[in-house]
């Protein structure tokens, strides 16, 4: 085991894992924090706190990180490349290991463009890969990205994420190639609804006996409307909704909406189950958090194993 | 080269409205090719600003002169003649050459017309396109000559990220993604193996994060 | 203003507008003296510095006439023009003239008709519009 994280040993233990994510409030409100973890308490192995998601500044991901945790739950630290150099990531790195936070998500995150703050620099000193790499660096070399040594260096479970639906399609097993040479432990990949379109992806990955070097938790978004569908369809970068989904979703009446688009999330990971390959799930109810337990449950996750 | 678009008409008039005699100059370099600042539009832009002064009243004497570069002191030296019959220049070169007009004439106003875009190339006629960030330490030769600090919006050294859709960049479908152009470009190189080199942190040192920079050539020194 | 002669410069080119505008005149067809031509090989040859300094030197109004699409004798000199043409008004409104002041006009050799009735109507436009700014500025 290389560090304590709790994500690791549910992994190692050869079980299915399942995390979730949480976004931080886009103010000083700790309650909201503690509520939307709250509801995740014993339905997953690990809380994603997200990083200034979708370029908007909220609560930063760290000292939400830090609630959830003194609430005795599992945060992961999600950190973006866009909005802090290596000195930054890395104190704030050293900072969370403190705390007791002990995974993490290194992403290159959505550029500034999408935001509410498009006038700012986007810094990019590193990408993701390249996090990936000062993180494992910190944590089995015990150095510091620069080369120094670190006194009681973090020990990071380190995670990424991958999509297998952006383009081009035949770089995608490529690209996860990329982060497991850097050293990533864990993925979690973008929203699935296309689900042959991962198999495929997933096959590419097992040909390369990838999976057996990184755990794999599939990305599960329920829709609540057929106009979400819609929306994450044409608006979303790098998102593939086929078109029968939103067809079953529109084929529904408005108030039972919600509750078909749970139905298809619990489908899909029934049948994501069986592919080789999949470790666990990454349940992203944007939002909607109330609904992760319900539909860990019926997708029959519970109870998560007490590692 | 180095190109540059006219700045907002209203924003040089607030600059040069306290004077009566200018001089506009032009350079004849990468503005001149550019269309931003070279001999003709020094002739437009004085056209302009003396309309613009006429319609309210008043008067603007333009003394137009282009000089062969305006980030050389050698040329510069060319406005010694003239400045002394001049309330303020205004500079139609790239920042470079705004500055050394400043440099060479502490006493006497200078204002930019134009503002410095990027070091790019010509795409088609009127169209250029940024290619070169001036990073100090070029990886074309990792990325099948295909720059992804200067044409991938996050700056990533191992791409794709994924907002890549049809070989076009999440911020924009008029943008081309960087990666899938290295990619594409490795491929017909048949290096395609290549792309699983990771690309290691850069050293953003030689870069504009090291400080203001400077070459000097030791055999060309005087 | 009631007696306000504008000076409008028309920039023909020598395969139609010039010609159309020689047609008008055997055709007996009057059209207003305030309209001052200066003919070009094309209107391709017309630059926006051309425009500005009609407007500079006096100018009320300037049109550029041009061939058909299509029938450019130098391929796409009209169509060049047309893009400087825009560019020209927003030159004008920067410099708070009135963009209207400046227009394309496409025609061929054989519309003296045509020549003769936008010589008309661009003359009562810009009488409209009243003088050029900068001479009214110049006078007071």
Redesign the interface.
């Known amino acids: 085991m290389k560090t304590e994280s709790v994500l690791e040993k549910v992994l190692a233990s050869g079980q299915l894992a399942v995390t979730s994510e949480c976004g931080p409030p886009r103010g000083a409100q700790m309650n909201k924090v503690k509520e939307k973890a709250e509801m995740l308490r014993g339905c997953v192995d690990g809380i994603n706190v997200t990083d200034n998601q979708t370029a908007m500044v909220r609560m930063s991901s760290l000292s939400a990180c830090i609630i959830i945790k003194q609430m005795g739950l599992d945060p992961i630290l999600q950190m973006v490349t ?1 909005d802090r150099n ?1 000195l930054a990531m890395q104190s704030d790195i050293i900072g969370a290991y403190t705390h007791g936070i002990n995974t993490m998500l290194c992403l ?4 500034i ?2 935001g509410d703050h498009p006038m700012a620099t ?1 810094v ?7 996090a990936i ?2 993180v494992k660096k910190m944590r089995d070399e015990g150095k510091f ?1 620069g080369g120094e040594d670190i006194n009681t260096p973090p020990k990071m479970f380190i995670g990424a ?3 297998p639906f ?3 399609f035949e ?1 995608r097993v ?2 996860l ?2 982060k497991v ?2 050293g990533v432990n864990f993925i979690q990949t ?1 929203c699935i609804y296309n689900l042959d379109k991962f198999e495929t992806w997933m096959k590419g990955v097992c040909d390369r006996g990838l999976d057996e070097k990184v755990s794999i938790l599939a990305g599960i978004t329920p829709m609540k409307t057929a106009g979400m569908a819609k929306y994450m369809k044409n608006r979303v ?2 998102m593939d909704v086929p078109d029968e989904l939103i067809k079953r979703m529109s084929g529904v009446p408005k108030e039972k909406m919600a509750e078909e688009g749970i139905k298809i999330a619990v489908e899909s990971i029934e049948r994501l189950k069986e592919v080789k390959g999949v470790a666990g799930f990454h349940i992203m109810a944007i939002e909607w958090e109330q609904k992760v337990h319900e539909i860990v449950e019926r997708a029959g996750l519970l109870p998560r194993p007490q590692v | 080269m180095i190109t540059a678009e006219r700045k907002p008409m209203e924003e040089i008039l607030d600059y040069i409205s306290p004077f009566q005699r200018i001089i506009l100059v032009g350079c004849n370099e990468c503005v001149t090719v550019c269309a931003a600042g070279g001999r003709k539009e020094v002739g437009l832009l004085s056209s302009a600003l003396q309309m613009a002064f006429m319609k309210d009243g008043k008067t603007l004497s333009v003394n137009e002169i282009t000089l062969e570069r305006q980030c050389d002191p050698e040329y510069v030296e060319e406005l010694v003649a003239h400045i002394s019959q001049a309330d303020a220049v205004l500079s139609m070169a790239c920042g470079c050459g705004v500055q050394e007009i400043a440099k060479r004439f502490p006493q006497k106003p200078v204002f930019p017309a134009l503002n410095t875009k990027f070091m790019g190339a010509s795409e088609s006629q009127g169209v250029w396109s940024e290619r070169c960030k001036g990073c100090g330490d070029c990886i074309l030769g990792l990325t099948g000559g295909i720059c992804p600090v200067a044409r991938c ?15 076009k960049c ?3 479908p008029d943008v081309d ?1 960087a990666w ?1 152009l290295i ?1 594409e470009r490795l491929k017909a190189l048949g290096q395609e193996d290549k ?2 080199d ?1 690309i ?3 050293d ?1 040192r030689p870069s504009w994060h090291g400080g203001p920079r400077k070459i000097i050539r030791e055999d060309l020194v005087e | 203003m009631g007696n306000f002669e504008p000076i409008i410069v028309a920039f023909c080119c020598h395969y139609c507008a010039y010609t159309a505008a020689d047609m008008a005149g055997s055709m007996r067809l009057s059209y207003p003296a305030n309209v001052k031509i200066v003919r070009v090989p094309c209107t391709g040859k017309v630059d926006v510095q051309h425009i500005l300094q009609a407007f500079q030197n006096g100018a009320d109004g300037v049109y550029v006439a041009g061939c058909l699409e299509g029938d450019c004798h130098f391929k796409n000199g009209n169509t060049k023009a047309a893009r400087r043409v825009i560019y020209a008004k927003k030159l004008l409104n920067e410099i708070g003239l009135e963009e209207e002041r400046v227009e394309m006009l496409l025609m061929s050799a054989g519309m003296g008709e045509r020549f003769a009735q936008t010589a008309f109507e661009i003359t009562e436009k810009i009488r409209k519009l009243g003088p050029n700014p900068i001479k009214k500025a110049k006078k007071s």
Not at chain 1, 124 to 130: A, G
């Open positions: 866009r290596r290159s995150g959505d550029h463009h999408f986007n990019y000193d590193l990408d993701s890969v390249q790499q000062m990205q994420a991958a999509n952006a383009d081009p770089l490529a690209r190639a990329k040479k850097a973008q970068p790098g | 919006s996050k700056r990533i050294m191992n791409g794709p990220c994924g907002g890549s859709t049809n070989g999440e911020i924009s993604c899938y990619w792309y699983e990771i290691e942190a850069k953003w």
